[in-house]
């Protein structure tokens, strides 16, 4: 494997991070558009509400064990939520308040499901003096979902333009230095939260799901569209830039990481998936497994397109 | 009406069980991917190592040790130079290796072999000062350098510099001629060690003309007026120059008050300018008392409070305002004059009768039809 200025690690929290951000955004648009509530069950909502939290919550451990510094002398990390003029300092925010509401929705979902859970609750709380014996009867928890999922979205987007930002801010690497690239992260964290709450976890849930909702072909492939139309400004920005940012997209586009890039990226994570929802939405057929496979092509994607990224970067030379 | 749909995993599984299942294939793909990027990256063809665009710097800390030995100690450079009364010249604090540049190791900059065992061999290839030898190294890191220091109003020909070393032309100004020890504990970011002035007016007046650093085609500089080189805040260069008032080569903040059009006296000459003058170029002052002082006895007196009160002593010290009493209190002066104008005015400055039993009582012994006191007093 090359040596690259951030590793594997940093790949999968950006990925992790950015899926976990979509799959909140994509539950949340479930919930607050009604779509949660046209069926007894929507699997789409509780997949992306309860992975959102969990998949955060081990990117940002990941990003702990990259520290170093931070990993010998722990106490230093506190200092990182002062330092307002860092990007880190923004992102540490935003997924520190982030975090808490993808837990908050993924239990107020969970118990919408699952009524059993609070009057479960409700059991154990006896063995607490009455003063403390919170848990309702039953919560109304579509207001409580309502607020949640509406401040929980502008986190989610924060969450997944910052990891764009975070790269895109180190002038040392000139292909990270574009714009495109928080761009670029969020419509992929839409896109990849999409391919895993809605494509593989609530599909495995319900076969049919896709046709309950005739018109997703074309929003899976608007996103498809637009993800490789930011990759391909990318790529020209790069080139046109030359130096070093030439140099890392030459690595991504005919150089050594050229086959990840045209058959897991664009092969299996774009081509395969808008081929299969272009053919699904005008013979309006969904097979089950093709299906299942174009969500795990974008989602593959998803996480090759930001391990490229990473690796691809050839800091300024000095 | 909400309808009914099958379900792939069965009656029997719970509905949470979406939530594991989708964090396992968000693993799985994780681990693919772990697994797949070896075998993609073996099948890529593998190009030559990209060309650096920029020059390579090697870091040498590690092997600058040996330069150390002898340029950390005096007895050692004594021992070996070639006149030891010039060897403390050669001298480096050990702390500067401390430093941004310093860190850098010696060899980065200076050439030569650091683990030399050898004088000779260990200062082969030596570069005195690598910002004249190669300057390219500095931009690499030092690009987009300010126009103009902020603090000092110090207008700088950066980007005149930054040009000529970027686009190989030669150049008879070097970072070090401003930024000299860099690396030996001259900190120019800190600020804790900079350059005087001086070492720019002697730098100008070594050259003697313009055309000592300055190409024919260039805009020579003529060090007429201090705004040659800064470029202050006030637009008041058609009446005032910066010497009216800035006396220091080392501060702007020293003033010289006299030039002051109004003479500064008491409290006034300890304020700052910007106390009294609105900031930068000294308007809305009109030098009325009133401008900034708000009268303590409002409905009496004019804006021009030195009518009564001294500038120069403190507001209780009142000057007499006899004239203004003469018709009512001419024949009273006497002891009146040591009484303070609250003495009698004690409810405000407004009109008062001027009765002496508005503020003395009769004695005891006066008869109660005496009320004319002055007939006697």
Redesign the interface.
Known sequence: ??EHHWG?LIA?YL??GG?GAG?FLIASVFELSGLRY????C?TS??GA??SG??ILIGTVLLIFDLGAGMREPWRIPLMFLNFSSVMTWGIWILSLFLPLCFIY?ALE?MH??PGILAWLRDRQKILPKLLRLVPETLPYRRLKLFVCSAGCLFAVGTAVYTGVLLAVVEAVPFWNSPVLPVLFLVSAISTGMG??FD?????????LHD?YGKMPIVHMSLIGLEVALLALLMILALVK???AM?SA??IL???????FW??VIGLGMVYPFAFHAYAYTRHKHS?VPSLLAG?GV??AG??VR?LVVASA?P??? | MKRKQKRFLGRDWPHWIVIPFGIGLAGFVVVLGLLVEPVGHALSPSPAPPTPTLPVVEYGRDISEGCHDCHFSLPALEASANDPTIAGEYLIEPESVQTKHGSLGCVACHRGDGEAEDKEMAHAGLVLDITEEEPRMCVICHHDLPEKIGEDELLIPHDLVEYKISHGEESTLFCSDCHGRVGHGFDPVSGRVACTMMVCVDCHTEQGSCQGCHQASEPGVEMTGCDVCHQGPHDVTDYLTCSCCHISMESWSEIDASSHPVELEGAHGELHCFQCHSFPDFEGLHYVCADCHQSGHPGWGGEDCIECHDPAATWNDVISTWDQHVEIWDMYKGDHRDVECRGCHFDGFDEIDPSCDSCHSLPEDHDASYTKCWLCH
């Open positions: 494997m090359a594997w999968i990925f992790l899926m799959s046209k069926y007894d069950f699997p509780l997949a309860g992975v969990p998949l993924a969970l499901v699952e895993l709450s593989l976890a609530a599909t495995m849930a319900v076969p049919d309950r030359g130096g070093e140099e030459r690595m005919t150089g050594s990481q050229s086959v990840v058959v897991l089950f795990a989602v593959v996480l090759f391990y050839i300024l030379t000095l």
